[in-house]
């Protein structure tokens, strides 16, 4: 497939033909055609114009279609007169692309793919969020909150006791410290971010504002409590970077946590040593993305990559990345020997672990030994349903299509398909997290570079 002259034109054009009628047409059982951002019958009918995916199981909706189309238009405005963004007469050649394709994002909110019911990811459905007398935590959504840290952060994270208090009970049923106040609502914000809902994402904000209320008394006395206190916001900086610094939030818990290991009294050393694995997972996540350099030296003991164990696994995959960063080449090895990637069966699509640890399975990879197949496959994990995202997503999907994209093309040494899997998920991804972190825009505009060329004229990288 030639996608030199445009942002994959052959392939959008094929894309465009190839909608799936929508509802209301097979409702009614009238033809549909593949018009932008609408159908004419839905047009004249003033409805919104949604077509079902059979791949993702869910709807979405031609306007985010019609969206996505102006915003790569507009990264070459001088070839978007001659290609406008109705109708197309390419060939039906796909009815879907796969999978990861850019068609499975859902419009209706500004967050990653929905859940459906219909969806079999053993995803619980969030309970409904009463904000008649101001959103309070019942009961039912502080367990079903607790159940999304446990499952989505602290399974890879693990440095909070969620077993012990303030987490057992809702905050308004007992009088509590601001210590365990500070705690408790910041896993409620950061829980609320591992739920794709607009309603959680407001809760979040609330849940937020109060705990910062209580930051400077849960963060005084320098133990270990102050050090969970900030990796608790760390983790939450990874969601929403413009409520906090991630850079000096790291700083600060690495020398905290050194500080306590050499002047602390055993307890304390001992409390530390059990969650530094965290520690270091969280720092090399930061460090390593934005080729910022550590402060930890790295864990003790074997490493273990049973992706059963997702906190000892990812902390394993964190330190073959330090090893690699700091000159250490052998690392490539020891990931290709410890890691079946070649496999089928750890394609994102077909592995049973969460994609965010998959995701730094392929990340790991990357920065060691990167090829075409796996920043394909790393970007294929971040359109997975399952996926929640990170502002660092954006800065390795960058990565993933800067290193796809700027290969030279050879038609007889690149699979045209799986370009074009790829130029589709970088889109969506990119496209997703700009609208959650502004700054993800300038990756994106970045990323056009190579495929579209620049303003001031040189040619695109992917010919």
């Known amino acids: 497939m030639d996608i030199s002259g445009s942002p994959s034109r052959n392939f959008l054009d094929e894309l465009l033909a190839s909608l799936p009628a929508c509802r209301r047409c097979r409702?009614?059982?009238?033809?549909?055609?593949?018009?932008?951002?609408s159908c004419h019958n839905?047009?004249?009918?003033?409805?919104?114009?949604?077509?079902?995916?059979?791949?993702?199981?869910?709807?979405?909706?031609?306007?985010?279609?019609?969206?996505?189309?102006?915003?790569?238009?507009?990264?070459?405005?001088?070839?978007?007169?001659n290609h406008p963004a109705g109708r197309t007469s390419a060939p039906n050649t796909y009815r879907y692309i796969g999978p990861r394709a850019c068609l499975t994002y859902n419009t209706y909110s500004h967050a990653w793919p929905a859940y459906s019911a219909h969806q079999p990811l053993c995803e619980a459905e969030p309970p409904v969020i009463r904000w008649e007398k101001g959103p309070g935590i019942t009961p039912e959504i502080h367990k079903f909150l607790i159940d999304q840290y446990l499952s989505k952060v602290d399974c890879i994270y693990p440095f909070l006791d969620l077993a012990a208090s303030p987490f057992t009970l809702p905050s308004h049923t007992y009088a509590?410290?601001?210590?365990?106040?500070?705690?408790?609502?910041?896993?409620?914000?950061?829980?609320?971010?591992c739920v794709n809902h607009d309603g959680y994402r407001t809760l979040a904000d609330g849940c937020h504002e109060r705990a910062i209320k209580h930051l400077d008394q849960a963060t005084a006395d320098g133990t270990v409590a102050s050090l969970q206190a900030i990796l608790l916001l760390?983790?939450?900086?990874?969601?929403?970077?413009?409520?906090?610094?991630?850079?000096?939030?790291?700083?600060?818990?690495?020398?905290?946590?050194?500080?306590?290991?050499?002047?602390?009294?055993?307890?304390?050393?001992?409390?530390?040593?059990?969650?530094?694995?965290?520690?270091?997972?969280l720092e090399n996540k930061f460090v390593t993305?934005?080729?910022?350099?550590?402060?930890?030296?790295?864990?003790?003991?074997?490493?273990?990559?049973?992706?059963a164990s997702p906190s000892d696994f990812v902390c394993s995959l964190h330190r073959i990345q330090s090893r690699f960063r700091n000159a250490d080449h052998s690392a490539a090895t020891l990931l290709r020997q410890s890691v079946p990637i070649d496999s089928s069966s750890w394609h994102p699509s077909e592995h049973s672990a969460h994609p965010n640890v998959l995701?730094?399975?392929?990340?790991?990879?990357?920065?060691?030994?990167?090829?075409?197949?796996?920043?394909?496959?790393?970007?294929?994990?971040?359109?997975?349903?399952?996926?929640?995202?990170?502002?660092?997503?954006?800065?390795?999907?960058?990565?993933?299509?800067?290193f796809v994209f700027g290969i030279p093309s050879n038609p007889s040494a690149i699979d045209s398909t799986l370009?074009?899997?790829?130029?589709?998920?970088?889109?969506?991804?990119?496209?997703?997290?700009?609208?959650?972190?502004?700054?993800s825009k300038l990756l994106k505009r970045a990323i056009g570079t190579f495929l579209h060329g620049d303003a001031a004229g040189n040619p695109a990288r992917v010919h």
Not at 27 to 37: A, F, G, I, Y
Not at 56 to 61: K, N, P, Q, T
Request: glycine share 2%.
């Open 42 to 81: 839905c047009s004249k009918a003033a409805v919104e114009c949604i077509f079902y995916d059979h791949v993702r199981e869910g709807d979405v909706s031609r306007s985010y279609i019609a969206s996505l189309l102006r915003e790569l238009q507009d990264a070459q405005p001088a070839e978007s007169a």
């Open 289 to 307: 993305a934005l080729d910022r350099p550590s402060l930890l030296p790295e864990p003790t003991g074997p490493l273990t990559f049973d992706i």
């Open 234 to 281: 760390t983790v939450y900086s990874f969601f929403q970077p413009q409520q906090a610094n991630t850079s000096q939030l790291i700083g600060f818990a690495a020398r905290l946590a050194m500080d306590i290991e050499q002047h602390g009294d055993e307890e304390q050393q001992a409390m530390v040593q059990r969650i530094y694995p965290a520690i270091f997972s």
């Open 176 to 193: 509590s410290s601001s210590w365990e106040q500070f705690m408790l609502l910041l896993v409620y914000a950061t829980a609320c971010h």
């Open 27 to 37: 409702q009614n059982k009238r033809r549909c055609d593949p018009d932008l951002p």
């Open 359 to 402: 995701a730094v399975v392929y990340e790991s990879f990357m920065l060691v030994d990167p090829n075409l197949t796996l920043a394909c496959g790393l970007l294929s994990c971040y359109v997975q349903a399952r996926y929640r995202p990170t502002f660092l997503t954006s800065h390795w999907a960058y990565k993933a299509g800067a």
């Open 419 to 439: 370009l074009a899997q790829a130029f589709s998920d970088c889109t969506v991804v990119l496209e997703r997290c700009s609208q959650r972190w502004p700054s």
